[in-house]
């Protein structure tokens, strides 16, 4: 039996868990059976900034490093009879972090890190719109996806409106490989194939960084290592929270390849749709070429320009559908309906309280669940796509007795038709995929959600399974366990 401590840097949230792994599977067929000790969630504030020319999505560091330790400190290391073998770390994939040197200062007393913030810059969320669709376009051509929250192109970015700022530092990463650097106090920084790809101007299968990116006098200097997703970074420098010094750690993972990790492991011709701050459906097919025209799946294909292919286990692809649009739209949703109350009846109206009434509403009455061109429709694109930055909302056929619950109904089933237009239900079917694992808390909490997912599978005759324990925290440790069998 191993311990091992998985950590999720999540868009708002930081989740850890103490995973016991009992055995790995005995054939492919096979899964990791496992028991979860204790887990842990620690939640803490964006912080947007906003002016005439974009929307950006920052967050100070120490903000996330204190819910970091928070997060692990509540696992109650201390009370475990066994020692914690491995640590491993996802989060999300696409922003990044910039640092000078060595920014971290340990409290030898208190066994905890912070930084110097005078040498770290924010964290650049995924969520990151300073990149328009203009100034994508006028950056190298790069065969890897790129948008604005990139990595890469948010420091394409800096190289030219903030040079000076950006000459400061000399490492960057995503807030995971920070993580990793700081914990094991490594002078490079390592990044594995998982969070170098949605970096971008990365080459999945050489695993390298793009030449073109030495063309177009970007800092390729500042970039991190590339090491295969099994490596082990390093081993903790000191003791952490009640971790000892010298356990090691994984190069992080990505918070994509984790959750679906947790969902279906190595079994192929599966499919797992994640809902939480965004919406992804995630398929790993046993057919690697399906993208190309000879393949035996290439009925209905998904259009290349929405979905990603992106490193999983053991050199497979996965198909990933990423929207930007989830649970963040029912959450901006519910802030308008807030603060409509609020400037109407001058008293304070918990969000809380709108989200128990509207979850109250099964959907049945005010809402057809399988709409005809007369209903009520909603087009859920609020924060634009990746392939599309530019798509905003939309609402069609409004009938004159709109209701809130009508409202939110036509949001929930929008949302979940939207991501089977970037992969194709029909194209699911013919893999053959006959059901699709769901999770994330926004899906899991919400009745309609899972209604309206519900009844466009039935359609196509997919079942739907829903897994409470299965975010990418747990993935993560799963999937270290899997690497230190070796």
């Known amino acids: 039996m191993t311990l091992i401590v998985g950590l999720d840097i999540g868009s708002s ?14 054939s492919s067929s096979s899964s990791i059976a496992y028991t979860i000790e204790s887990t842990s969630v620690i939640n803490y504030e964006i912080l947007k900034i906003k002016n005439d020319d974009s929307t950006r999505w920052e967050v100070p560091i120490n903000v996330i490093l204190d819910a970091i330790q928070q997060s692990v400190k509540g696992l109650k290391l201390n009370q475990q009879s066994s020692p ?12 990044c972090i910039l640092w000078a040197n060595s920014p971290w ?3 030898e007393t208190r066994h905890v890190y912070s930084v110097k913030s005078n040498s770290i810059s924010n964290l650049y969320s995924w969520q990151d719109q300073r990149c328009d669709s203009q100034f994508i376009s006028s950056l190298p051509k790069s065969k890897s996806p790129l948008a604005t929250g990139f990595g890469s192109a948010t420091i394409f970015w800096l190289q030219k409106f903030q040079p000076q700022y950006l000459s400061q530092f000399n490492h ?4 995971m490989d920070f993580i990793v650097a700081l914990i094991c106090q490594l002078e490079t920084p ?9 970096f971008g101007y990365f080459n999945s299968r050489k695993k390298s960084w793009s030449k073109k990116l030495h063309s177009d006098n970007f800092p390729t200097h500042i970039l991190p290592k590339i090491v295969d997703v099994d490596y082990i970074a390093g081993n903790l420098a000191n003791d952490w929270i009640g971790l000892p010094k010298g356990i090691p750690v994984y190069t992080a993972f990505g918070d994509l390849q984790c959750s679906t990790f947790a969902c279906i492991q190595n079994k192929l011709n599966s499919a797992v749709l994640t809902m939480s701050t965004s919406l992804q459906l995630v398929v790993n097919p046993m057919d690697q070429n399906w993208h190309n025209e000879n393949a035996t799946s290439s009925n209905f294909l998904p259009d290349l320009k929405k979905v990603l292919l992106i490193p999983y286990v053991k050199d497979n692809f996965i198909v990933a559908a990423a929207s930007l649009n989830g649970g963040n739209v029912l959450e901006a949703f519910v802030g308008f309906i807030q603060n409509y109350l609020e400037d109407l009846t001058g008293s304070e109206f918990p969000k809380e ?3 128990k009434r509207l979850n109250e ?3 049945t009455a005010d809402f057809n669940n399988n709409p005809d061109s007369s209903s009520i429709k909603f087009i859920p694109t609020l924060y634009g796509e990746r392939y599309d930055p530019q798509l905003r909302s939309s609402l069609l056929n409004i009938p004159p007795d709109l209701t809130p619950h009508s409202l939110f109904n036509a949001i929930c089933y929008g949302l979940i038709e939207n991501i089977f237009t970037m992969i194709p239900v029909k194209w699911l079917t013919s893999l053959p995929i006959n059901e699709i694992q769901a999770t994330g808390g926004a899906l899991l909490r919400n009745p309609i959600l899972k209604n309206s997912l519900e009844t466009i599978c039935a359609q196509y005759g997919i ?3 829903y897994m409470e324990q299965a975010d990418a925290h747990i993935g993560a440790a799963l999937m270290a366990s899997m690497f230190y069998s070796k």
């Open 13 to 26: 949230s930081c989740k850890s868990c103490l995973v016991r792994v009992n055995s790995l599977p005995s």
């Open 361 to 363: 509403s099964t959907g």
């Open 190 to 198: 390592l990044m594995s194939p998982h969070n170098a790809a949605g």
């Open 84 to 95: 914690v073998e491995a640590i491993a770390i996802t989060g999300q994939m696409h922003g």
């Open 353 to 355: 309280r709108i989200w």
């Open 105 to 107: 200062i340990y409290d």
């Open 172 to 175: 960057t990463g995503t807030i």
């Open 463 to 465: 079942k739907v399974n």
